[in-house]
């Protein structure tokens, strides 16, 4: 008989059995320690989303009709039928959101409405049309790499971004709008194209797996997983959430007819013997009509560069893993084989499915020293520009460890640590720079530092975009704003425009990224002042750095020395062995005692005392 099954992806399937009872208890399982871990929200916040996306498009609408009577106030059939359309893209997109989740939203319009007629009328018309005290925070960054409008709707935080489809003048009735037609791409320009990337790709994901609710659970899993393990983060070298998205998709295509169970535990399997740099695709490379580059290794050598490229799916391909280094490739290995070891015994009855979401051990077992980049400013708006900056660039210094030969993994933490300090001389300013958190304090926002622009009453501000590089992850089909920050390439953006304050008795804001050292088998010193100084040379060397705002500092730090709030309860702070602190207070020259090649002393592990500043 003539095989009719349909073929998911590029290769046909592993296995198309049917689950088995076993199987599908698994996944029942799977499912209540979800909820148990909070990933799913309540049918009344779920409610509450779809009605703010009902306001949304309601104000697009209008918005669209007020530019038609503006530009063509004759026309009475084009201001009759003017509409917009909004779609969402990322974790709402997928379905796999969760309590606190944003909402990432795209505004679509006909030709003739631009970019500068978005940031025109659509703060102004929230403003309007929304119920009284429903959007608050309303923030307008219109040079960003990927210019949006962000807020919140009813507490819900909403990232709004904009592109025209510059083929239609007048749009079909709501619903009959298909982003997936490559037609649509023509005529935009190349912060347009990235504008509706992130929708293309999104439903092109859900569009390629065989059980999209099959997929959802699984995903949802997948994230958890993630996130708990620390290896959540695009913008630090780690994948992002579309990344894990499309490799969860890719078992599904393997496995088309499994349970949810089973997708997660295939997953580990796969994954770990996955033949990197063979690509992650879902489907093969689709030609386009558009003149621009897709992802290919034998026609562009920077391709060929790429550790676990994972393949964006819609027109045009492109990588969606290009951030990710040797070490954190060597760190996501690791993770999928301890999670392979784990849902093995999840699928044995030895363990349960809470075992596979225990939290990280970054800094409470992992590493003996770490790297603390810090960044700091004397106000808040100057803050999040350099801020945004460093986060950015942590990768490169990364970059830079590896190739130490001392150095077998440079880990970065996938988030950095927000403080903020009130101090009373320069003395203490130095010391907050170089790491000091004694003079740390709870921020209430009630004195402000800085002002900011207001434009009809909503904030202008500019901002450090997450990703510097044409591939940043709005392309990639996700967010990019992990907190939107300012376009570092963007040269309308002025940190010296920022309102500057006193230095005495003064907030002063830190962000710190810690980077965890795994030291070279037989390795016996470290020396990394040429590559911390050749970092804080590149970050000073940026045109927005401000001396008089800036400061950068890269300082080691002992696991003994953490500071608390690393730590979460119930975490145990390492702690100077019992019997050692005991040896050193008998013998004051013990420290000068060799000590295992994976341990160095401090006086071995060096940095440059010099800082950006």
């Not at 007629?117 to 005290?133: I, N, R, V």
């Not at 037609?183 to 912060?191: A, N």
């Amino acid at each position: 008989m003539e095989n009719s099954e349909h073929t998911w992806g590029i290769t046909p399937p592993i296995s198309s059995a049917l689950p088995t009872p076993a199987e599908t208890h698994s996944t029942t399982l799977l499912l209540e320690e979800l909820r148990r871990q909070n990933t799913f929200e309540t049918a009344t916040e779920t409610k509450k989303r779809e009605r703010v996306l009902l306001d949304l498009q309601r104000i697009a609408d209008e918005f669209v009709r007020r530019v038609a009577k503006e530009k063509e106030p004759q026309n009475e059939v084009l201001i009759r039928d003017a509409r917009g359309e909004v779609f969402t893209y990322g974790s709402y997109c997928l379905g796999v959101y969760g309590p606190g989740s944003d909402i990432d939203t795209l505004v679509t319009a006909p030709r003739y409405v631009t970019r500068d007629d978005y940031f025109k009328y659509f703060p102004s018309l929230l403003q309007e049309m929304a119920p009284k005290g429903a959007v608050t925070d309303l923030t307008a960054v219109e040079d960003a790499f990927v210019p949006i409008i962000k807020f919140e709707y009813w507490g819900i935080s909403i990232d709004l971004i904009f592109s025209r489809i510059a083929t239609l003048k007048q749009f079909p009735p709501h619903g009959q709008l298909n982003l997936t037609n490559n037609e649509y791409l023509r005529g935009l320009d190349d912060r347009e194209l990235r504008s509706l990337n992130g929708t293309r790709v999104t439903r092109e994901i859900l569009n390629l797996v065989p059980e999209q609710s099959t997929f959802r659970l699984a995903l949802r899993a997948i994230k958890l997983w993630a996130q708990r393990r620390a290896i959540y983060a695009n913008i630090i070298g780690f994948p992002g959430g579309v990344v894990w998205a499309m490799m969860v998709a890719r078992v599904c295509q393997l496995y088309p007819k499994a349970a949810s169970s089973t997708i997660v535990t295939k997953f580990f399997q796969i994954m770990k013997s996955w033949h990197w740099p063979q690509p992650v695709q879902l489907k093969r490379m689709d030609d386009g009509p558009l003149n621009v580059r897709v992802w290919n290794p034998k026609i562009y050598k920077s391709d060929s560069y790429h550790l676990m490229p994972v393949i964006t799916p819609a027109y045009p391909q492109m990588c969606a893993t290009f951030n990710i280094t040797h070490s954190t490739k060597t760190i996501i290995q690791r993770e999928l084989e301890r999670g392979f070891d784990l849902t093995n015994k999840i699928r044995d009855g030895k363990l349960q499915w809470k075992d596979l979401f225990d939290k990280h051990t970054f800094f409470t077992a992992d590493h003996r020293y770490y790297l603390a980049v810090i960044a700091t400013s004397t106000t808040k708006e100057a803050h999040k520009i350099w801020s945004g900056f460093v986060e950015s660039k942590v990768r490169v210094l990364v970059g830079d460890l590896e190739r130490v030969s001392s150095i077998a993994i440079a880990r970065p933490f996938n988030k950095g640590y927000e403080r903020v300090h009130r101090v009373k001389n320069d003395q203490e300013t130095e010391e907050v720079q170089n790491g000091s958190l004694a003079y740390r304090i709870q921020d209430d926002d009630s004195d402000d530092d800085s002002k900011v622009n207001k434009e009809n009453g909503v904030e202008v501000k500019t901002e450090v975009k997450t990703e510097p590089n044409s591939e940043a992850k709005v392309e990639n089909g996700e967010s990019t704003n992990t907190d939107v920050k300012s376009d570092p390439e963007n040269q309308n953006a002025k940190i010296e425009n920022i309102p500057q304050t006193p230095s005495l008795g003064s907030k002063v804001y830190t962000t710190t990224h810690y980077v965890g050292l795994e030291l070279a088998e037989g390795a016996k010193s470290l020396d990394l002042s040429y590559q911390v100084n050749a970092f804080k040379t590149m970050c000073a060397q940026w045109e927005k750095y401000q001396s008089n705002l800036n400061f950068l500092s890269i300082q080691t730090v002992k696991n003994t020395n953490l500071p608390d709030d690393v730590f979460e309860p119930g975490e145990v702070k390492p702690t100077r062995p019992l019997k050692r602190a005991a040896a050193m207070k008998r013998n004051a020259s013990s420290e000068g005692n060799a000590r295992p090649a994976k341990r160095p002393q401090p006086s071995t592990l060096q940095t440059s005392a010099a800082a950006a500043g």
